[in-house]
Nanobody, 126 residues
């Protein structure tokens, strides 16, 4: 059973930046597809960004393209989400997820991920 621990959330003013981290236990992080999802109060969970095991391919939800950047450091078992130019509509609980099976495609459905972290709250004030 893998454990994912997300951190880095907080309260920030619109236009500000935050960097989220997700540390994954175990020795096979390098083989996992990783992703960030978010869920605002009263809304469904939505895809934010994903990255392939070697970090060469990434995918983003349209509203965060150009503002957010996903990355990973396989030597540290850690995935990151750099969030710039934050907007109030980015306010949500951000969770990291791992997919330990399947092909090389970027997957945007939460049902394709089999391990989840506990989430970290991001609140953007206007």
């Amino acid at each position: 059973q893998e454990q994912l621990v997300a951190s880095g959330g907080g309260l920030v003013q619109a236009g500000g930046s935050l960097r989220l981290s997700c540390v994954v236990s175990g020795s096979t992080f390098y083989s996992y597809h990783m992703a960030w999802f978010r869920q605002a109060t009263g809304k469904e969970r939505e895809f934010v960004a994903a990255i392939t095991p070697n970090g060469r391919n990434t995918g983003y939800e349209d509203s965060v393209k150009g503002r957010f950047a996903i990355s990973r450091d396989n030597a540290k078992n850690t995935m990151y989400l750099q969030m710039n130019d934050l907007k109030p509509e980015d306010t949500a609980l951000y969770s990291c997820a791992a997919r330990t099976y399947g092909d090389s495609r970027i997957e945007m459905s939460p049902y394709r991920y089999n391990y989840w972290g506990q989430g970290t709250q991001v609140t953007v004030s206007s």
